[in-house]
């Protein structure tokens, strides 16, 4: 069992940064995929990107690629994401996941992660 704890939501003007992180407790952090997702009020939740066990590589859906990073500090039992140039449309609550399985480089409905986070309020205001 791993427990995922997000925390650094927040509310920032358009154009500004936050860094989310993602806590993990309860079982070898470095054994899991890690992934980020989000859900905007009305909508479906969506996936916004993943990282290997290792944090060498990563994968970003295009809405996101260029503006937000993923890493993680498997010493810290952490993982981060960093989000830049925000705009209104990244308002959401965003969600950390872990995976037993292997970090693969492609969307996800986030059906092969196994464990979840409870969420943090991202609120960019134009």
């Known amino acids: 069992q791993v427990q995922l704890v997000e925390s650094g939501g927040g509310l920032v003007q358009a154009g500004g940064s936050l860094r989310l992180s993602c806590a993990a407790s309860g079982r070898t952090f470095s054994n899991y995929a890690m992934g980020w997702f989000r859900q905007a009020p009305g909508k479906e939740r969506e996936f916004v990107g993943a990282i290997n066990r290792s944090g060498g590589s990563t994968y970003y859906v295009n809405l996101v690629k260029g503006r937000f990073t993923i890493s993680r500090d498997n010493a810290k039992n952490t993982m981060y994401l960093q989000m830049n140039s925000l705009k209104p449309e990244d308002t959401a609550v965003y969600f950390c996941?872990?995976?037993?399985?292997?970090?693969?480089?492609?969307?996800?409905?986030?059906?092969?992660?196994?464990?979840w986070g409870q969420g943090t309020q991202v609120t960019v205001s134009s």
């Open positions: 996941a872990a995976k037993t399985g292997w970090f693969t480089p492609r969307y996800s409905g986030g059906t092969e992660y196994d464990y």
